[in-house]
């Protein structure tokens, strides 16, 4: 039905509002009707003129072949109008389309059928060819239900075709031939999600799958799809800062630049994180995500319960453990959800005790702490801008190590011990450690040291005991230097570690 097809760049046939004229043999047929009907109105007429005289006053009889006469014509009558209607055959083209009560009927079927391809295409679409119509007597059940007709010419545009349609959040992805070819689809994105312990698998967005009626060049390329639903996005998550964490190694874990890091942490000063703080991170999430529940069961164990014991000969924050204790241990069921592989929630379903635990016994100091002792942990010694952190780097000409960093502030400004401790070295350094100029070293025990290098001046001595927070030093340029700032440097055991990592 191709021929009766108009697009866009195609010459437009514009339909008249009204009726088209009928051809010669419709207008033979409705004259023929018409002459017919008319004749029988003046027959009924002059029957009825008779039979009023021949009743006048009551006198006259009727005669009975007049009243039968009269009978007949009426019955014929109310049989044709009753049973038979004018109507019209319709032809397109030459091929016959149904019968129909008057062309302004066939009009609004094609109107119809044109606004429905033009919703679907996204263009407009007219029906070419001139429809022919041919009077007639019908019997009223015989007209042709217009959705019919309707139905036939919709399906003869070969643009459009009846598809099985896939969206996600209502976005259209793409079509199927087969409601089935997208079914295995979709089970194919879940697939690398979905193991053996799986129990239900869903996805994260609203995905449809309805029968349609779409353009025949929809996108029907199921590789395309399953590549357009997998492909990664940049998406956006928190981080917990924990103890050790460091702003760059955030960043490195997470495959991730500082800057960029940075550019999701606008309000965050990075040499200044601490525990408990939220961080944006970069996430990449696949188009379409997929939620899994696993039900698992493991071993898990039952921690010790503690008994504290005062102890007068240690200090108080140190603990000594007295009995280890056994853990116990369970047999756990659980509903485990995974987004995309990553554990998001567990429900523990049963638990059951296949051994107790033992108690642990711990002594726990009371001895009053004196103020130089170690805290444990390390706080700034100065606050500023880092202009130099740990590891290799370029300097003066050439790659070295960096043991610590280098953070930048005025001459002068007060440099804090970062822990409790005894100071092991105050004065200005010689030999292979001549780059650190002058120089405090705090020792904090445990095999704990820190560095404050390049000082203008030294506030403390060999031997003296430092509480955390207190001056020791104040910031210059000594030794190797190209501006005022302070070199801190942790050392665990004799090595240097990163001090962002320590620092809280």
Not at 146 to 167: A, T
Not at 270 to 281: A, K, P, Y
Not at 432 to 449: E, R
Request: one cysteine or more.
């Amino acid at each position: 039905m191709d021929e009766i097809l108009y697009q866009p760049n195609s010459p437009v046939r514009r339909r008249p509002n009204a009726a088209p004229d009928l051809p010669e043999s419709a207008v033979h047929w409705k004259e023929r009707w018409e002459e017919g009907a008319e004749a029988l109105r003046q027959a009924i007429k002059n029957l009825r003129l008779k039979l009023d005289e021949a009743t006048a006053g009551g006198r006259r009889l009727v005669n009975p072949v007049h009243f039968f006469a009269v009978a007949a014509v009426v019955g014929v009558a109310a049989v044709v109008s009753t049973v038979y209607t004018p109507s019209y055959a319709v032809t397109m083209d030459g091929v016959p389309l149904g019968v129909v009560r008057n062309p302004q009927v066939f009009e609004e079927v094609v109107d119809r059928v044109e606004a429905r391809a033009e919703s679907i295409l996204g263009r407009g679409y007219v029906l070419e060819g001139e429809p022919a119509f041919d009077f007639a007597l019908s019997e009223r059940g015989e007209l042709t239900d217009v959705r019919e007709i309707e139905e036939y010419l919709f399906h003869q545009i070969d643009e459009i075709m009846s598809s099985y349609v896939l969206k996600v959040d209502g976005q259209f992805i793409g079509a199927a031939l087969e409601e089935s070819s997208l079914e295995e689809l979709l089970k194919e994105v879940k697939a690398p999600y979905v193991t053996e312990n799986t129990v239900s698998s869903d996805f994260t967005s609203r995905v449809t799958v309805f029968q349609e009626y779409t353009p025949t060049d929809v996108n029907l390329d199921l590789e395309a799809m399953f590549a357009q639903l997998t492909e990664n996005t940049n998406g956006q998550t928190t981080y917990e800062v924990v103890k050790g964490d460091t702003f760059m190694q955030i960043a490195l874990d997470n495959g991730m630049t500082v800057r960029e890091m940075q550019e999701l942490n606008p309000d965050i000063n990075i040499d200044l994180i601490h525990i408990g703080q939220l961080l944006n991170i970069r996430e990449e999430i696949p188009f379409l995500s997929v939620t899994t529940v696993d039900r698992l069961t493991y071993h898990e164990p039952i921690e010790c319960p503690v008994e504290q014991l005062e102890d007068s000969s240690m200090y108080q924050g140190e603990t000594r453990v007295i009995e280890a204790g056994i853990p116990g241990e369970a047999l756990v069921t659980a509903d485990v959800t995974y987004v995309n592989g990553r554990e998001q929630d567990r429900e523990i379903l049963e638990s059951e005790t296949l051994s107790e635990p033992t108690t642990r016994v711990i002594a726990v100091g009371t001895k009053v702490r004196p103020s130089w002792y170690p805290n444990g942990y390390f706080i700034w010694p100065v606050y500023g801008h880092i202009t130099s952190r740990f590891g290799y780097r370029s300097i003066f000409g050439s790659y070295s190590y960096h043991g610590g960093i280098d953070i930048a502030t005025a001459y002068g400004t007060g440099i804090a011990a970062a822990d409790g401790g005894t100071v092991t070295f105050a004065g200005r350094a010689t030999g292979y450690n001549w780059s650190y100029g002058n120089l405090v070293i705090v020792d904090h025990g445990n095999g704990k040291q820190t560095y404050y290098g390049h000082c203008s001046s030294i506030l403390v001595s060999a031997g003296d005991h430092v509480y955390q927070g207190q001056t020791i030093a104040r910031v210059g340029s000594t030794g190797r230097s190209t501006g005022n700032h302070c070199h801190f440097e942790v050392k665990i055991g004799g090595t240097s570690v990163n001090p962002l990592a320590y620092l809280s």
